[in-house]
């Protein structure tokens, strides 16, 4: 049997970290965050948030942007989190003495992430809204990039 090959394959990359010892749902937190966002954007977030979990996934973003640069030539500037999804990984299961001869369990949870980042030049669309904003007479004035106004940066409390 032939597997098909997805048509998404040449404009993506993706990174996978395994076994990252946190909780899915505490990574879940940080990964709701970036996704859909630009390269450069979701590192600015992971920088600034406070949490534990931003550090592994900080490096798995910047991990899956190097490889689109060195493996597909792809520029950062032009990529975007398609996807970045948590999975539930082993639970280590130790157990601690405590007094009088009993014991206490402890389970450590680990988690898997994947990140995928995809190139936006090569859809189409993008494409489309470049030529428009090249045309004669067509300035950027009224294009709000500011993420502070739109309130993207700072929904969650």
Known sequence: MIKKKNKNSYREVYALGQYISMSADKAR???DQIRGR?????LMILELMPYRGCYPIFKLVYSAAA???HNKGF???NLVIRKAEVNQGNTVKKLKPRARGRSYPL???TCHITIVLEDIT???PYKQYLMYLKKPGCSNENIN???YSSGGLW???
Do not use: G, P, Q
Not at 38 to 42: D, L, P, R, V
């Open 29 to 31: 937190r940080v990964i």
């Open 38 to 42: 630009s390269y450069e954007e979701a």
């Open 67 to 69: 490889n689109a640069s």
């Open 75 to 77: 520029k950062e500037t």
């Open 107 to 109: 389970k450590r949870s």
């Open 122 to 124: 090569a859809i189409k």
């Open 145 to 147: 990039y500011d993420t």
């Open 155 to 157: 929904d969650k409390k």
